[in-house]
């Protein structure tokens, strides 16, 4: 139980780290509750980083954008931290992912992410715990891996003069290409089911060894 809790504390600690650093770039906008994962888990020897551009198509007006910092603690969990800056004025969240269906010959994995955002909307902010249930399939292609994806984010979001549950429903895929293994890019769309928005998101996202952050560990 102490070695697991001295990794979790370790890898929360970089993490912490990676925020730190790239909270100092300076962003022109942010996206918000989209989704952008399959689940799929990233083994804990590796992190991942993803830049997400994000359209947002009612309620508020502008392009977005956020950075998503992921991790694996073992081969069915992991956790994500989100930073950004921008239309919503920022958010900062931590999810924690657990996957007890793996994706296997005839089964899809299956799983969810849950945590908490903190972030400032139009001048009031707002606190949201967040639900992503999770199911992927990936597939082999001639020219990478295609995992198809979908999840029914729902929250329950506090603001300065109400509680609302926002919820939607999300669909997109990764692609993984074959020459280029540690780069995935994403694509996908989420509709506002509940007091929330609907989106058109891309993004890409790079995959690297623990041995990067050797330097960390003095």
Do not use: C
């Not at 906008?29 to 830049?51: H, M």
């Amino acid at each position: 139980m102490k070695t697991a809790t001295k990794i979790l504390l370790e890898k929360l600690i970089r993490l912490t780290i990676l925020l730190a650093i790239v909270g100092v770039v300076p962003g022109s906008a942010q996206a918000y509750f989209s989704t952008i994962d399959t689940a799929e888990v990233i083994a804990p020897d590796q992190y991942q980083i993803s830049l997400e551009p994000q359209l947002i198509l009612n309620r508020y007006d502008g392009a977005n954008a956020v950075m998503r910092f992921d991790t694996g603690l073992n081969e069915s969990s992991g956790i994500r931290g989100i930073l950004g800056f921008g239309k919503v004025d920022f958010e900062l969240g931590g999810m924690y992912k657990y996957v007890p269906f793996p994706d296997l010959e005839k089964q899809p994995a299956i799983g969810f992410e849950a945590g908490a955002i903190l972030a400032r909307v139009n001048g009031g902010t707002e606190f949201s715990l967040r639900f992503h249930p999770l199911i992927s399939k990936r597939f082999a292609t001639e020219v990478g891996d295609l995992i198809p994806y979908a999840s029914l984010p729902i929250g329950i979001t506090s603001r300065p003069d109400q509680t609302v549950v926002p919820i939607q429903i999300a669909g997109g895929t990764e692609f993984r290409p074959l020459n280029y293994k540690n780069w995935s890019f994403f694509g996908e769309l989420g509709i506002n089911l509940n007091q929330s928005f609907s989106y058109l998101s891309v993004a890409a996202a790079w995959r690297f060894n623990d041995s990067a952050l050797s330097g960390f560990k003095k």
